[in-house]
Nanobody, 130 residues
Framework: QVQLVESGGGLVQAGGSLRLSCAASGLTFSWTDMAWFRQASGKEREFVAA????????YYADSVKGRFTISRDNAKNTVYLQMNSLKPEDTAIFYC???????????????????????WGQGTQVTVSS
């Protein structure tokens, strides 16, 4: 079965950095779009960043542009989220999402919608102290 396992979360001071990883199994990774979403306490899940199956196209929420970088290593079936200049408002549980593209071609705008992702990890907590 499909498994997504996130790691790399933790407690960091404002201005610091963290690198999240999401290891995928049970799917053909090179045919899978990947994304990071986050959910702060009491709020809905929101889009953070996404990357197309071949790594060519990346997408970012305005709130993280210039600070976060999404990347992937298809040889390791892993997607990463490098987070720099962290702010207290980045505090949330970060989730990795995956959607296979074997039979579906998705529009660019669809990368931002959590409803288009078929699989999710268990999440990793990121806490940024002021």
């Amino acid at each position: 079965q499909v498994q997504l396992v996130e790691s790399g979360g933790g407690l960091v001071q404002a201005g610091g950095s963290l690198r999240l990883s999401c290891a995928a199994s049970g799917l053909t990774f090179s045919w899978t779009d990947m994304a990071w979403f986050r959910q702060a306490s009491g709020k809905e899940r929101e889009f953070v960043a996404a990357i197309s199956n071949n790594g060519v196209n990346t997408y970012y929420a305005d709130s993280v542009k210039g600070r976060f970088t999404i990347s992937r290593d298809n040889a390791k079936n892993t997607v990463y989220l490098q987070m720099n200049s962290l702010k207290p408002e980045d505090t949330a549980i970060f989730y990795c999402g995956a959607r296979p593209t074997y039979t579906t071609t998705y529009t660019s705008s669809s990368f931002y919608s959590p409803a288009t992702y078929n699989y999710w990890g268990q999440g990793t907590q990121v806490t940024v102290s002021s």
